[in-house]
């Protein structure tokens, strides 16, 4: 914990801050010191462990849609915080073909409004912008996406995330390179399971409230693979990511993916066969949608993370399964106690 004083007492904000990955972020900082500045949309789960957990960490919450550009300016520029971690998203693929106009303006739009606001900050400030891995082109290449290669999404969801970081790169070239109060990066995670993720449409969430109900799950894409990694790898990534950038100069402006190595990938029937060891009565059928379509192969190449950061996953893939199979098993088993 010593390591990551430079987060004691420092404001940090973080958009999205109610969504999943946002509430472990909170959590995780809160117990490094920093004060927490949160910006979302109001929490469609109050009953949420994880919500119950936030309630006891003294949170600043502004409750501002991502596209209300002037709330969002004033939250920033009064509260001046030391580092912006931008998370909030429309972040479902499903949802992005049912609503693409919203998805690309909350995508696009609402992260064009933070990159806007950084022209203006005066005060030293770290900025980590996360997007997706599935902003790459996807060819499905088995050797896995390196920061290099072409960002083209197809879909709504892939495609605005495509061209936020075509935002970002053109931003930070244009108006925010020669500015040596604000340092920042770009984070591309993998596909992140773990407790706490109640979003629709997405493979462990959809499960465990099938079978938590004794009810069988539909699977969409059984031999699709992911780079799939627990919640708590992904926040280490970026909490490491924005301390190394503080301090070193050369990371400024570089993107990073955050992922699982690439020695084997792992479908999503293998997934279900593994939350089978951790959960009783776990039924499935396979139904593929024909509303939009999924790729089958999508890997990451971390290398650079490793090299740079000193970044990698700790956890192997039976863990990751494991500690979130427990956790929704906690869950449900301790619903009706929660106040």
């Known amino acids: 914990m010593n390591k990551y004083k430079i987060f004691k007492n420092k ?12 509430s472990w972020l909170c959590i995780w900082l809160s117990l490094l010191g920093a004060k927490i500045i949160g910006i979302s949309l109001k929490d469609k789960n109050p009953k949420n462990h994880l919500n119950l957990v936030k309630k006891k960490i003294n949170i600043k919450n502004f409750y501002i849609d991502l596209k209300e550009t002037k709330k969002i300016e004033k939250v920033i520029l009064k509260e001046k915080p030391d ?13 992005s073909y049912e609503n693409p106009k919203e998805t690309w303006e909350t995508n696009l739009l609402g992260t064009l409004n933070i990159l806007e606001i950084l022209k203006d900050i005066e005060r030293n400030t770290v900025v980590v912008i996360i997007t997706s891995d599935k902003a790459y082109k996807n060819v499905e290449k088995k050797k896995g996406y390196k920061e290099t290669d072409v960002l083209a999404g197809i879909d709504p969801y892939s495609a605005s995330k495509s061209s936020t970081e075509i935002a970002i790169k053109s931003y930070f070239d244009c108006f925010l390179k020669n500015k040596k109060n604000i340092k920042l990066g770009v984070a591309r995670a993998g596909n992140v399971i773990g407790g706490g993720d109640w979003s629709k449409n997405r493979l462990i969430p959809d499960c465990v409230r099938s079978w938590s109900k004794n009810k069988t799950a539909k699977i969409r894409n059984p031999h699709s693979t992911r780079p799939w990694q627990h919640v708590l790898e992904s926040v280490w990534a970026y909490i490491l990511f924005a301390s190394k950038l503080k301090s070193i ?17 792992y479908s999503v029937i293998e997934l279900l066969v593994s ?20 790729s089958n192969l999508l890997k990451l190449n971390c290398n650079k993370a490793k090299k740079h950061l000193g970044w990698e ?8 399964i494991k500690l979130t199979a427990e956790w929704y098993q906690f869950f449900y088993s301790n619903k009706n106690k929660i106040k």
């Open 275 to 294: 939350m089978k060891k951790n959960w009783n009565n776990v039924k499935y059928l396979i139904k593929k949608s024909k509303k939009f379509k999924e």
């Open 83 to 95: 580092f912006i971690f931008h998370l909030a998203a429309q972040s479902l693929v499903s949802i």
């Open 11 to 22: 404001k940090i904000i973080i958009t999205g801050h109610n969504g999943f990955k946002g």
């Open 313 to 320: 996953n700790i956890l192997k893939f039976d863990e990751n």
């Open 249 to 265: 100069k050369k990371l400024n402006g570089q993107a990073f993916n955050f992922g699982p190595n690439n020695r084997k990938n």
